[in-house]
């Protein structure tokens, strides 16, 4: 059964908080334990099924890239005691998402579509077509809403707003610059293509720390390199590995997460046919097979691999 919700009691826990598919627990004001749940959201609306080894699949995907990226940023990974969970230094985030974009699609696309030639600040060119690489990657950031919807804002916005601090802000761009460039070369040996991609950050004791999950196909949109330049030319769509496939699956539903708006029902074919998506970008990103944690009760596994961690590090 799909993990959607926990609610563990830990040794030393002082607080929880659940998230649109994570659930974080506080242990000791000092370290975070964040469970990756089966949970799916699209629109920033959580869909009423649960997708089964969608959380193991984006927790062993995100602890390879933070492994992978640790030379360019320190991160908040310490050890990931269960596969669907990732145990790491407990930061105050800051509250900005860093999106950064190589190509001209999904929300951005919608955007320019509309007619908006100015996106977070960053000015657009006439003429461009949907999945067309900008000549340099862009960063649109996002505002990070405790709940609801994230809103673009611009770089003026953050430093008028004193939401980070000049000095922070250089580095978080410099940092999200060279991430995707990392994610770029890596997904480019896969023949994918890393299209956009958001990094969050947070500080502990002075320094800015990469946290939550990286270059996973919930926060990430891959296109397959094979094909690219020739779908583009006859504008067809792309071939990618993202979560779009839910969202365009929501949109033929009548479903765009706006106000009043519920989300339809999952019958088992969709909520099967999403698993073995997520199943197929695991692979197709890593290069690895799969392979299913088929334990009896996952919820009991949990709870003592992160009791354990706890004990060896509190």
């Known amino acids: 059964m799909p993990v959607t919700s926990t609610h563990f009691s830990f040794p030393h826990q002082k607080s929880f908080y659940r998230g649109k598919v994570r659930d974080m627990y506080n242990i000791a004001d000092k370290l975070l334990l964040m469970i ?10 959580v869909l009423p099924e649960g997708i089964p080894y969608k959380g193991q699949i984006l927790n062993q995907i995100a602890a390879r890239f933070l492994d992978a990226t640790a ?6 990974k ?16 800051f509250k900005v998402e860093m999106v950064i974009r190589g190509y001209l699609c999904g929300h951005a696309w ?34 990070k809403a405790a709940s609801g919807h994230d809103e673009d804002i611009s770089k003026e916005e953050i ?36 299209v956009d991609t958001k990094y969050e950050f947070g500080k502990a004791d002075g320094t800015i720390y990469l946290i939550d999950e990286i270059h996973t196909p919930d926060s990430s949109r891959y296109f397959y390199a094979k094909g690219y330049m020739e779908n583009l030319q006859n504008n067809l769509p792309q071939k990618q590995l993202s979560k779009e496939f839910v969202r365009e699956w929501l949109m033929e ?13 999952m019958d088992e074919a969709i909520v099967n046919k999403i698993s073995e998506r997520y199943i197929e970008l695991f692979e197709k990103i890593t290069g690895e097979a799969f392979f299913k944690t088929n334990d009896s009760d996952t919820l009991n596994r949990i709870d003592k691999n992160c009791k354990d961690f706890i004990s060896r590090n509190i």
């Open 159 to 194: 430093l008028e707003r004193n939401i980070v601090s000049p000095e922070d802000y250089n580095l978080l761009e410099k940092y999200t610059k060279q991430l995707f460039q990392r994610g770029t070369e890596m997904a480019a040996r896969q023949d994918l293509i890393l």
């Open 253 to 265: 539903k009548g479903f765009r997460g706006e106000k009043g708006q519920e989300a339809p029902e």
């Open 78 to 93: 310490l050890d990931t005691p269960d596969p669907m969970v990732t145990a790491g230094i407990l930061c105050e985030p």
């Open 36 to 45: 990756a749940t089966d949970r799916i959201s699209a629109f920033d609306v």
């Open 71 to 76: 030379d360019i940023v320190p991160n908040w």
């Open 110 to 143: 919608r955007e320019y579509k509309k007619g908006k030639r100015v996106i977070c600040g960053v000015e657009l060119p006439e003429g461009l077509k949907e999945n067309q690489a900008f000549p340099r990657p862009i960063i649109t950031p996002t505002t």
